[in-house]
């Protein structure tokens, strides 16, 4: 089963900026996209950005375009969002996700990002 491990998140104030990283490993480590979606306390879990594994797609949400970067690095299978200008309605827990084979989905345990003075 992939494995991803998230860090990067915390405590920052408005207008600042953070960068996630979400590091897949495994033997069967075998996706064809990788993302992030982030649940806000009382809201739906929400798409917030993904790339194919070859970097030549991208996407992201509206309330984010512009602000968030999205990123790889296929020698360490690592994908990172860069969050900048960063608002209070960013708050959430941040969650990494890769679609695999057969219409599989693997998660990762997801990091808190609070935005906050």
């Known amino acids: 089963q992939l494995q991803l491990v998230e860090s990067g998140g915390g405590l920052v104030q408005p207008g600042g900026s953070l960068r996630l990283s979400c590091a897949a490993s495994?033997?069967?480590?075998?996706?064809?996209?990788i993302g992030w979606f982030r649940q806000a306390p009382g809201k739906d879990r929400e798409g917030v950005s993904c790339?194919?594994?070859?970097?030549?797609?991208?996407n992201y949400t509206d309330s984010v375009k512009g602000r968030f970067t999205i990123s790889g690095d296929n020698a360490n299978d690592t994908v990172y969002l860069q969050m900048n200008s960063l608002k209070p309605e960013d708050t959430a827990v941040y969650y990494c996700?890769?679609?695999?084979?057969?219409?599989?989905?693997?998660w990762g345990q997801g990091t808190q990002v609070t935005v906050s003075s």
């Open positions: 996700y890769a679609d695999l084979k057969f219409s599989s989905r693997s």
């Open positions: 495994g033997s069967n480590a075998d996706y064809y996209a």
């Open positions: 790339i194919s594994t070859g970097g030549d797609r991208t």
